[in-house]
């Protein structure tokens, strides 16, 4: 009895480290990972805190507060209405972060799911998988967007389906890889014997398969995450997916549609949601980039 | 392993797997052509469902007359069963008959996309070739200068500027370029071509052509520059490596010859699986980068297409896309197999 | 007096800087090369051997360096030093004078050339002769290795098996007429009866053509059957150079000796084979004074102290040890 709640407690400890420390420690070392990890938490951090810290401006005021050059008081300036435009950035990754993360979960349960499937099943499950995969990579995805975001049946208003559909998108090119994970380690010595040891599908699954196959899964996401913003922003750009006023695309959307992009004076306003959007992307990248050696210890870099 | 095969060229041909990607590349055109059908005439919602409902609604039509409508535009027969539907539509494709516009109404759909697509078709060449010869010409250079200050810098503005979504990129080159500083005409510029000019092989006419591509091209490039750049990179690292590399050294080759046809020659073949992507996704970005600079090429169109509910246009637009697409995989799929004698 | 020599190593040493440190790969090696002779340098893995074979052709990859020394070339009309050669100097002398068949002949083919574009691209570089002349001379070497010369000749590397590639990399190496030629590990990753064959092919060279043949391996067999002379290797130093059936039949060295009798043999008696205890040094930090010591059964507290120098014991028969004589073998 005692014995196995030691082990049980042995193997949760053992499963933090693998998961949350030696990577923490990991990121650390890793110059440009730890910067594009920093940079995300401190994004995340400002989605959340600053609808509490600095609520939308909501008040218009008169012609001589449009597009304010950055104060004290209005550090990235105003907008076509005299409203902080500050206010406006720090509400307005909510929504592209949900879906961006969203979708990037979506993305991995589903490419992992059949991935797994079309690995372990194999004969016409495989090729069944496979060969949809291969059909939804070959179709350009931001035209099949477009195309869909005219229909009526599809609501692109809501964080969730709009993350489900881009999942649907994006998964095909993470399973093919944890597919063929999933066909080189069911060849591999270690699972051989593990199913000698008769220690049951799922565990080896979890404590043998999937570890390995963390760093790509986890790339995978952040890759996916990417995805997701490149794909929102741009429908928002286009005019396609109404969104509230705060939304950094939406900001980037009006300027362009009303034309006050090409107003000298409302530089700060225009750029600020594109520089928060760079800024995501760049990090997410940086980031990524941590997280290969991170899972891999064959690439970790040497002393 | 490669065997010999004894027989002709044509025999060779229907065996084996330059057969077997095109047999892959029709039926894939041939299921997202039925994919499309399906969504367009099949799901609730649809297209044209939308559409016979605005006629009945705002243009005060009746069922049958709003049906007959757009029947006709959408070229097909709204009466007949599925199946035959189906099969009609297989038919007016073969023939080219993509419908006809909603919204500029009386214009077939394949008249307005042969207006359009042929700037698309350049500025998405023009731009691939630079962005892929630059690339792996610097890529190969960093590789070898491994370290070095140039490296770092070339390796940063890699990084930064794939990550970055390529039309943020079109709106920072406007908002600097144009508006900050002044220096491009940015309104000129708009459309493919000025008026008045004649097209053909004259001077005028190319540097027209040139001149309204500028913005939309030096976008894609700049985009698309850094991930070649970076794939070259790393694969001529490690191709420098290779024994081979080395033994070729052993022989007294030149530099030269060693660099180009020993290095670069092995590290640029995984670049063309990219190709493949790059051209879907190139193809993908068109509709936002045309847009967003007013270029007059098939992203544009389908862009304008949804903004006026111009169904039989998207469609038409969707369908040509990504058959360009899927076509052109085929061939990067096959210059692989040239240039690989492994694989050939 | 005609020189005996064709090359001379004096005082070679060769490091590779990582980032744990520097590893010396080749420690103040003196090793004479004659004319016409088969050598095997033979030692276990990371001995330094291949390091050796790399600088005689001054091919050291980065991050090696030649620390010290010189590698005397007695070609022409004055020795010269193979590692004071300016680029194109060098870049004339490899394949001409010396050339080398790789370890892992797997890879050492350029995967989208033929095997002819190889030997033009050679024959090219060093100015030889036309097209026609060399292909003549590579049909020629083909068949001197036993492959099918037509056929070969136009291959391109996945199409020929391990043991091909293997006598194709032999028959380039020899193109230009080397005086010497490096032959690292060339039956490695071979299957036995490939083994034999190349074997073969190694013999006939040795007997028709008059060259000086440098084998590099860990195989004792091998150095058995086709070398003259065998330098043994340890931790970037030679310790016992001996002719080859003075070192299997007199060996001085305790470490040639642990060789020898872990070594199973087919037609002897069935003896125990008797492994050497304990494992190689780490070249960063060698063991002081003898670098075998420590697994050495003859060590005294002297072999902790002091390196041995190789001296000679007998003709052409030199040892590092401070024990030698008490030898017996």
Known sequence: MLGDKVVQSEAIRRHITTYLVTPFRLIMRNRAGFVGFTILLLLVVMTLMGPILRPVDIISKPAEYRFLPPSWEHPLGTDNLGRDTLSHIVNGGAVVL????????????????????????????????????????????????????????????????????LAVLSWPALSRAIRSQVLSFKERDFVEAAKALDLGTRRIIFSEIMPNMMSYIAVSFIFALTGAVYAQVGLIILGFVPFEASNWGVMINRAWSFGTLYYK??????????????????????????????????????? | ??????????????????????????????????????????????????????????????????????????????????????????????????????????????????????WTLFSVSISLFTSFSVGILLGM???????????????????????????????????????????????????????????????????????????????????TVGSWMLIMKSSTISTLGEDYVTAARARGLPDRRITFSYVGRNAILPLFTSLAISLGFIFGGSTLIETIFVYRGIGFLLWQSVANRDYTVMQGIFLIITIAVITSNLLADLLYSRIDPRIR | MAEKNILSVKNLSVEYKVGRGIVKAVTEVDLDIYKGESVALIGESGCGKTTMGLAMMNLVPPPGYIKEGEILFYGGTEPFNILSLDKGDLRNFRWKEISMVFQSALNALNPVMRVWDHIYDTARAHGKGSPEETKKRALELLELVRLEPERVLKAYPHELSGGMKQRALIAISLLLNPKIIILDEPTTALDILTQKNILKVLEDIKNKLNLS????????????????????????????LAEVYDLFYDSKHPYTVGLIRSVPTVTAEFKELIPIPGSPPDLISLPSGCPFHPRCEYATEGCEEEVPELIKVSEDHYVSCFRWREMKS
């Open chain 1, 98 to 165: 949900t879906v961006a993360f969203l979708a990037g979960f979506f993305t991995v349960l589903l490419a992992a799911v059949m991935g797994m499937l079309a690995g372990f099943k194999g004969g016409i499950v495989d090729s069944a998988i496979m060969f949809v995969a291969d059909v939804i990579l070959t179709i350009p995805q931001f035209p099949l967007l477009t195309v869909l975001a005219s229909m009526r049946a599809l609501r692109f208003t809501d964080p969730t389906p709009l993350s489900l559909l």
């Open chain 1, 265 to 303: 004076n409302s530089i700060y306003h225009v750029l600020s949601p594109i520089a928060m959007i760079a800024i995501l992307q760049t990090a997410s990248i940086m980031f990524s980039r941590s997280l290969e050696g991170i899972f891999n210890p064959r690439l970790r870099e040497k002393g």
């Open chain 2, 1 to 118: 392993m490669a065997t010999s095969f004894r027989g002709g060229k044509l025999a060779r041909l229907f065996s084996g797997r330059i057969f077997k990607k095109v047999i892959k590349t029709i039926a894939t055109i041939f299921i997202v052509i039925s994919l499309t059908f399906l969504i367009i005439h099949l799901m609730p919602g649809n297209p044209i469902q939308i559409y016979i409902e605005f006629l009945m609604t705002n243009m005060y039509m009746d069922y049958d007359s709003a049906k007959a409508l757009a029947a006709s535009l959408f070229a097909i027969d709204l009466d007949a069963p599925i199946h035959i539907q189906y099969v009609e539509w297989l038919r007016g494709l073969m023939r080219g008959d993509l419908g006809v516009s909603i919204w500029a109404t009386g214009t077939p759909v394949s008249k307005m996309i042969a207006a359009f697509l042929p």
């Open chain 2, 141 to 223: 250079l960093i590789a070898y200068k491994r370290g070095s200050v140039l490296d770092n810098v070339l390796t940063a503005f890699a990084s930064v500027t794939s990550a970055i979504p390529n039309y943020l990129i079109g709106y920072l080159l406007i908002l600097f370029l144009a508006v900050q500083w002044d220096l491009v005409p940015i309104f000129a510029m708009r459309g493919a071509m000025s008026p008045g000019i004649t097209p053909g092989f004259n001077l005028p006419f190319i540097a027209d052509i040139f001149f309204h591509v500028a913005m939309p091209y030096l976008t894609y490039v700049i985009t």
């Open chain 3, 213 to 240: 043949m440098i084998f590099i391996s860990h195989d004792l067999s091998l150095a058995a059957e086709l070398s003259d002379r065998i330098a043994v290797m340890y931790a970037g130093k030679i310790v016992e």
